[in-house]
């Protein structure tokens, strides 16, 4: 692995010595101090002090986890950075570009009894076994530019460790559930804020994130390729809201938002035929998906 890391070091620093250098240089170079440390989020320039469930705590000024860092560049556009907390956000070329410690700001059945953050399960849900929220390090990369993806669409189910980052820079996953089970008896293992974490810890929402949204036209995020995705209801630009009907299989319509003021496809979270259950995403991406680790 080391002679690997050298090697990758090696070829970027010979790429940013042809060039001036930018903000994406300085990503680059970054990144190449990932590579040697084997972990992009254990780094306050990315994403902060790593959460400890047991010590973790709410800061009032960021609405964060304490020690996360919450930062939007001042290059990404106004629906983004006035609106996105809790991760880092910056823009990488033609490409958003968000990094996550995927540490929910709510409080979660899922932190652990011993945690300052624990609250109990609503009434009749159950638990998810014995999973238990933990800190992740989740790195997007998004298309800056959506568009539709001509031809055949690309699978929500196809593998993706998520499938788009919430407001509250957090995984939204697809409308199906862990092998074995369906998404709509699973959601009987969601704490009150609707979301639950997988076998490694991975906190993620299918359904719309209770402090985010609540059946109403409030942004909820943005999916893997590039196009938003809003709650139940539509409101447009002009400040006409409704609960859409004009829904494709996978959520979607063109339509004015309150962030955008020409039409642009985005998402909403409704009836999934799939998962028999409400999602905030149907089996396909409308658009072209980018990428995502962890």
């Excluded at 990094?99 to 011993?114: A, D, E, L, M, W």
């Amino acid at each position: 692995m080391l002679a690997a890391s050298t090697s990758i070091v090696l070829l970027v620093l010979s790429l940013t010595n042809c060039k001036t250098k930018s903000d994406s240089d300085d990503e680059n170079l970054l990144l190449l101090a990932a590579v040697a440390s084997q972990r992009v989020c254990a780094n306050s320039s990315f994403t902060g002090t790593t959460v400890v469930n047991s010590t973790a705590t709410l800061d009032t000024n960021t609405d964060c986890i304490t020690g996360m860092t919450s930062s939007m560049s001042s290059d990404l556009p106004a629906w983004i950075r006035n609106n996105f907390k809790c991760a880092v956000g910056s823009v990488s070329g033609s490409n958003y570009v968000f990094r996550s410690q995927n540490i929910p700001n709510n409080k979660s059945y899922y932190f652990g009894s011993s945690s300052p953050m624990y609250e109990a399960l609503g009434s009749g849900q159950k638990s998810a076994g014995n999973n238990q929220i933990s800190s992740q390090c989740l790195v997007y990369s998004i298309p800056s530019s959506p568009a539709e993806k001509s031809g055949s669409k690309t699978g929500t189910q196809s593998g993706y460790v998520s499938v788009g980052i919430t407001v509250n820079g957090l995984a939204i996953f697809n409308n199906a559930a862990a092998p074995g089970d369906t998404l709509a008896s699973e959601v009987q293992t969601f704490d009150q804020y609707n979301g639950h974490p997988q076998s490694s810890g991975v906190y993620h929402h299918h359904s719309q994130p209770l402090n985010v949204s609540n059946n109403n036209a409030n942004l909820i995020g943005i999916l893997l390729d590039g196009f938003p995705v809003y709650g139940r209801d539509c409101r447009t630009f002009a400040g006409v809201t409704s609960t859409p009907g004009d829904l494709d299989s996978n959520h979607g319509h063109t339509t004015t938002t309150t962030h955008f003021s020409s039409a642009i496809y985005h998402y909403h979270y409704t009836n999934d035929t799939t998962a028999g259950t409400n999602t905030l995403i149907g089996s396909y991406f409308h658009g072209t998906p980018g990428t995502v680790s962890n």
